[in-house]
């Protein structure tokens, strides 16, 4: 009879938990009337031990160039569309809808849209 071959048990570094937490401190201007707030941006994922070294080498990247914020919004939103929680309509499909639902309140025809 054939052996079958086991599939190996799970090392516990064949995934790595990557958490990125930012939190931007400045002095505020005195002379603002309205200083904006300071944003806290954070990301959190389990990979792969090679995708959680090649996360880190960008990580490392963008310090380097500095663009640290800029790269944790870009993971945030691609995150989201990843996720498919991203806008569903354009802009253009917002005012077009918003623009058909104001015409049929004021029981108005679309004739110069």
């Known amino acids: 009879m054939a052996e079958r071959k086991q599939r190996p048990a799970p090392h516990p570094d064949d995934l790595m938990a990557v958490t990125v937490a930012l939190d931007f401190r400045a002095k505020l201007n005195p002379e603002a009337d309205d200083p904006p707030p300071f944003d806290s941006v954070g990301w959190q994922s389990t990979l792969k031990a ?12 963008a310090i380097r160039e500095r663009r640290l914020y800029g790269h944790m919004v870009q993971q945030g939103a691609e995150a989201a569309v990843g996720a498919g929680e991203w806008i569903e309509m354009t802009s253009q499909e917002i005012i077009v809808e918003a623009q058909e639902k104001l015409m049929q309140k004021s ?3 679309d004739t110069d849209i």
Do not use: I
Request: no cysteine; proline share 0%.
């Open 107 to 109: 029981g108005q025809k």
């Open 50 to 61: 090679s995708d959680a070294a090649d996360y880190l080498e960008s990580l490392a990247r």
